[in-house]
T-cell receptor
Framework: AQSVTQPDIHITVSEGASLELRCNYS??????LFWYVQSPGQGLQLLLK??????LVQGIKGFEAEFKRSQSSFNLRCPSVHWSDAAEYFC??????????FGTGTRLLVSP | GAVVSQHPSWVICKSGTSVKIECRSL??????MFWYRQFPKQSLMLMAT?????????EQGVEKDKFLINHASLTLSTLTVTSAHPEDSSFYIC???????????FGPGTRLTVT
């Protein structure tokens, strides 16, 4: 079945610490991969995307993600988290045109 | 990326009334628009997909007579929640996509509260 899994519902990190959010997908064809961030009561903001080429992609706000085809993963990383990064993070996979499948989201909490 | 707006950003209505939510693609010709629903602390659930000038395609379990979607132009789609009830209270998000595009551009969302 086509699906996107974010195994961590909540993650708490200290400000200034590094962060990795996990995303795995199940899809038989070439995936087009996205990470979005959603602040409370807000819409989605695109952090980064991967379509092809270099499997390490850079995004906004200092985030990066690495596509690993062998592991069907697209994990999001940040070297130093800021308090303003506290939000909900969604991994999404385009499984064909007009079909964007979202993970269940990971809530990031940042402690001082 | 393209800019997508939604109006209103927040609406309260009484049970039994209808409410219309607008989704506009401000700088992008959106051949396809999508409507999602998001419950608190949950992910986005696709409700329907609409192509400009065509009838919307609804996801399984979504009542097409309750959630009326119109996509009359390349820049505007509307979602009308008819005879709203408290269980329709939710956060509704639209997105816009181009022809044969894998990417969607999201609006800021509309919070609907039905009392």
């Amino acid at each position: 079945a086509q699906s996107v899994t974010q195994p961590d519902i909540h993650i708490t990190v200290s400000e200034g610490a590094s962060l990795e959010l996990r995303c795995n997908y199940s899809y038989g064809a070439t995936p087009y991969l996205f990470w979005y961030v959603q602040s409370p009561g807000q819409g989605l903001q695109l952090l980064l995307k991967y379509f092809s080429g270099d499997t390490l992609v850079q995004g906004i706000k200092g985030f990066e993600a690495e596509f690993k085809r062998s592991q069907s993963s697209f994990n999001l990383r940040c070297p130093s988290v800021h308090w303003s990064d506290a939000a909900e993070y969604f991994c999404a996979v385009a499984m064909g045109f007009q079909k964007l499948v979202f993970g269940t989201g990971t809530r990031l909490l940042v402690s001082p | 990326g393209a800019v997508v707006s939604q109006h209103p950003s927040w609406v309260i209505c009484k049970s039994g009334t209808s409410v219309k939510i607008e989704c506009r693609s401000l700088d992008f010709q959106a051949t396809t628009m999508f409507w999602y629903r998001q419950f608190p602390k949950q992910s986005l659930m696709l409700m329907a997909t609409s192509n400009e000038g065509s009838k919307a395609t609804y996801e399984q379990g979504v009542e097409k007579d309750k959630f009326l979607i119109n996509h009359a132009s390349l820049t505007l789609s509307t979602l009308t929640v008819t005879s709203a009830h408290p269980e329709d209270s939710s956060f509704y998000i639209c997105s816009a996509g181009g022809y044969l595009s894998y990417e969607q551009y999201f609006g800021p969302g509309t919070r609907l509260t039905v009392t």
